[in-house]
Nanobody, 118 residues
Framework: QLQAFGGGLVQAGGFLSVHCAASGRISAIHDMAWYRQVPGKQRELVARISSGYSTSYADFVKGRLTISRDNLRATVSLQMASLKPEDTAAYYC??????????????WGHGTQVTVSS
């Protein structure tokens, strides 16, 4: 249902984007979000965007990362600037999707790795 792509290796201070596309029998997509996780630590919320484009960010990324979505294409993206080595993690997209039958639940995409070298 959610396919993530993008990510990769970038030097500190650089720019990178990750993207995620939803597919399937979708009636509506409510909140979409990006989380990240490093080995041995809990997955943490990075940014969230509502279907009405309201956004919220974790304090550790404010001013550096921008979440956006395209409701027609059912995609969500995360543009990351001024990257730091501590931003290195697997990034996961998340979305609450309602199908044609009216059933809604949260879906996760597979992680896409972002590595920031110092």
């Amino acid at each position: 249902q959610l396919q993530a792509f993008g990510g990769g290796l970038v030097q500190a201070g650089g720019f990178l984007s990750v993207h995620c596309a939803a597919s399937g029998r979708i009636s509506a997509i409510h909140d979409m979000a990006w989380y990240r996780q490093v080995p041995g630590k809990q997955r943490e919320l990075v940014a969230r965007i509502s279907s009405g484009y309201s956004t919220s960010y974790a304090d550790f990324v404010k001013g550096r990362l921008t979440i956006s979505r395209d409701n027609l294409r059912a995609t969500v993206s995360l543009q990351m600037a001024s990257l730091k080595p501590e931003d290195t993690a697997a990034y996961y997209c998340n979305a609450y999707i309602v199908d044609y039958g009216g059933t809604g639940r949260a879906y996760w995409g597979h992680g896409t790795q972002v590595t920031v070298s110092s």
